[in-house]
């Protein structure tokens, strides 16, 4: 019975031990606690907008440490405290700047090197307020937009919006790709908040003037409900221009392929007959001045009709001779007449 006991005692602890370390487990990795030894250092912002303790900080996309606390100072300064890995280089010139984690709300703070002296930063210094940068505010991106928003009218909206699904009706997967790219697009975005920040303020101001121009503006949108109902109206037809270009452009490369090799052997023809020209040039040089001489002589010729009249004034044979040296042999010869020397 006791023996029964005491072992029952033993397995009922060692599960325990195992129920606690896996316990134990589980809380450092969904509480992300760490153990390792960790630096201390400051940031200065104007608006931390929605950063928190126990965030992320990140350089280059990888963790080194979290957000550990953050009070108010003087002159509505707000002093972000975080710890870093002992690896990591702070020096003079890093910057720090607040980032979009994900599309709720959560934001991680990024160290960035900047310009300035290579100096390393000690733990429990503070970068200042010139060298960081507060997260987008979505609430000024978002009434920006306010003056397109009264410019529109809901109806034209919903006629706009029927008329570009008609028309884009079965091309879901082209639309998916296009949803995937603007999700890649978004991602570079968000990493991009001082940028976007200088965009809103600019884009108040274009906005502002457009609800003063919202006449212009519903004639515009009147038009492109008129374009896409055109479009897809005769979207048919496009098809079928767009398989003709195909089709035609198939027959080209057909034909294309087809000339190659004839254009190809004039190409090399005409290689070689410009290299025997340049070896000859003298000689074609003598003939070519010499032609329109000989061809105005030959004009002369052909006054009579269309034959030309030869005299025969010499006629000599050239033989082979000794040593194959050339031999000339005068059979006939005249020196009166037409064929009188000049």
């Known amino acids: 019975m006791k023996s029964t006991l005491r072992g029952t005692l033993w397995r009922l602890a060692i599960f325990a031990v195992v129920c606690v370390c896996g316990l134990f487990g589980l809380l450092a990795t969904f509480a992300q606690l760490r153990f390792q030894p960790e630096l201390i250092y400051k940031a200065e912002f104007k608006d931390v907008g929605g950063l928190q303790a126990g965030n992320f900080v990140r350089i280059a996309g990888v963790e080194v440490g979290k957000v550990k606390t953050m009070s108010l100072e003087h002159d509505a300064v707000v002093l972000v405290e975080f710890s870093a890995d002992p690896s990591v280089l702070l020096t003079e010139g890093s910057r720090a700047v607040i980032h979009y984690d994900n599309l709720i709300g959560g934001r991680y703070l990024a160290l960035e090197e900047g310009p300035g002296r290579p100096r390393r930063l000690d ?4 970068i200042p307020l010139d060298r960081t940068t507060p997260a987008l505010d979505l609430d000024a991106l978002i009434g920006g937009f306010r003056p397109l928003f009264r410019a529109l009218d809901p109806d034209q909206v919903n006629t706009l919006t029927g008329q570009l699904i008609q028309a884009f009706q079965g091309q879901g997967d082209t639309i998916g790709s296009l949803l ?4 890649t697009f978004t991602s570079t975005l968000a990493n991009r ?3 976007i920040g200088e965009v809103i303020a600019n884009l108040d101001t274009v906005l502002g003037s457009l609800g003063d121009q919202s006449d212009h ?6 038009s492109l409900s008129e374009l896409v109902k055109g479009l897809s109206e005769r979207k048919t037809d496009i098809a079928n221009g767009v398989a ?3 089709a035609a452009a198939a027959t080209i490369a057909d034909l294309l392929q087809q000339a190659r090799p004839p254009l190809s052997n004039t190409v090399r023809q005409a290689d070689r007959v410009g290299t025997l020209a340049v070896a000859d040039h003298d000689y074609l040089d003598t003939l070519i001045n010499g032609l329109p001489d000989k061809y105005k002589t030959l004009a002369r010729l052909g006054l009579y009709g269309d034959y030309f009249s030869f005299y025969m004034c010499d006629v000599v044979l050239k033989l082979n001779g000794k040593g194959g040296q050339p031999v000339y042999v005068k059979v006939v010869g005249q020196t009166t007449g037409r064929c009188a020397p000049k």
């Not at 733990?123 to 503070?126: L, N, S, V």
């Not at 503006?217 to 009147?222: M, S």
Request: zero cysteines; hydrophobic letters at 30%.
């Open 180 to 183: 995937a790219q603007t999700a």
């Open 123 to 126: 733990p429990g210094q503070t």
């Open 217 to 222: 503006f519903d004639q515009a949108v009147g």
């Open 244 to 246: 003709y270009t195909n």
């Open 193 to 195: 908040d001082q940028l």
